[in-house]
């Protein structure tokens, strides 16, 4: 096991009802003004806005409210709330959403702390952000993880690339799960999230070769929970014990403690990031587009890992590692194929691309050839390329 450091400063307040704790959990860190983002009316619909405002001024917090995240947020997004709000002396930004939400009140976090310029080169990888104000979360929705993660990812709108900032200033200081809020997630974006949640374990899971006993323990045992109640959620919406272990799956599988010990790096996830950025698809299916093919490409590198993953998780009995690691990626790709997403560009909205878009995707991937995609299994252009060939079904 290698050296790491492991630090996870979010308060997690569980279960439900728990978004009447929201004031609670802001005038724990001294919180006087919240800026309030969220997506579409659905938070409104709900109600949950609502509880949510009404819990922050039993506080004393006074409270912005700002609509209208989209999906596969937008830096355009940000750059105007920043403009909005610079001036109203806010001390919190609470995203009440998912992913995307929380992704655009880390980014709005930087801004109304730094200046855009500085946002936009954070999100640039060109400077790291020197402050940010603090983030705190609502959850409504199983999947990303951001609550517990150091990450956030947005869309440049005009040239169709992600832009990524990692930064522990970037974690938020609480979160709100309340599993009774992802009951009326709709099944698509249901099965998205079952999906990140299983690819944000499984990718640092083929990032290293063995030898992190405890960690593969916990990572096998996360990815064989999410296996069995990501369909259960689909199957029934309403059940609060399926919908309560995937929520605490997403929160888990994104803190960084299911990688620990070994070297994290997400090449499928990477791959995803162009899907996404062009098509504006949701992010966990850009990945089940892209981890069969890429698998493939990379199975004699990882064949023990996709070994071990089949025995452990899938209930794969080939004794063989060649056999076994077949038979994972098999049983991998029909549980994507079982919650209903796509495992190929045909299958997904977006149909069969031509070859010279993949040739801009591979090139982005690779920085123009000047850089492999990953490290424990290299990738050149032209292997990036044939990875999106055959996922786009013509390789």
Not at 234 to 255: F, I, N, Q, T, V
Request: hydrophobic letters at 40%.
């Amino acid at each position: 096991m290698r050296a790491f450091e492991f630090h996870v400063p979010t308060k997690i307040l569980f279960g439900p009802g728990a978004e009447n704790r929201t004031g609670e959990a802001a005038q724990a860190e001294g919180v006087r003004r919240a800026l309030v983002l969220y997506g579409g009316g659905s938070a409104v619909r709900s109600g949950l806005l609502g509880r949510v405002q009404t819990s922050l001024a039993r506080a004393g917090i006074a409270c912005f409210v700002k609509g209208g995240v989209r999906p596969n947020p937008r830096m355009d997004f940000v750059e105007e709330a920043v403009l909005e709000y610079l001036d109203k002396g806010v001390d919190l930004v609470l995203a009440t959403g998912g992913g995307s939400v929380m992704d655009t009140a880390k980014a709005v976090a930087v801004g109304l702390a730094t200046s855009l310029e500085e946002l936009r080169q954070a999100f640039r990888g060109k400077k790291p952000p020197a402050e940010a104000l603090a983030v705190g979360a609502v959850v409504t929705m199983a999947a990303s993880g951001s609550e517990t993660s150091p990450t956030a990812v947005l869309s440049d709108g005009e040239t169709h690339e992600k832009l990524i900032c990692t930064h522990p200033l970037l974690v938020p200081r609480f979160a709100i799960l309340n599993p009774e809020l992802t009951c009326t997630t709709p099944p698509l974006q249901t099965a998205c999230g079952a999906a990140d949640i299983l690819m944000h374990t499984l990718e640092r899971y083929c990032a290293d070769l063995g030898g992190n006993a405890l960690t593969d323990a916990l990572a096998e045992g996360l990815m064989r929970t999410v296996v069995e109640y990501g369909p259960r959620c689909l199957k029934s919406p309403g059940d609060y014990e399926a919908r309560s272990e995937l929520m605490w799956c997403g929160s888990l599988s994104h803190c960084g403690l299911t990688g620990l010990g070994r070297d994290n790096e997400f090449p499928v996830h990477r791959l995803g990031h162009e899907l996404a950025a062009r098509y504006d698809i949701p992010h966990g299916m850009s990945l089940t587009i892209m981890w069969p093919h890429w698998a493939r490409a990379a199975r004699d590198r990882i064949a023990p890992r996709l070994a071990r993953l089949g025995r452990t998780v899938f209930g794969v009995a080939e004794p063989d590692d060649a056999a076994a690691s077949l038979a994972c990626l098999g049983a991998v790709t029909s549980w994507f194929e079982g919650l209903g997403l796509p495992v190929s560009f045909a299958q997904a909205p977006m149909g069969v691309e031509r070859d010279e878009v993949l040739r801009t995707f591979a090139a982005s991937c690779t920085d123009r050839g000047a850089h492999p995609l990953g490290t424990l299994c290299p990738l050149e252009y032209d292997s990036v390329l044939a990875v999106y060939q055959a996922a786009n079904g013509n390789g």
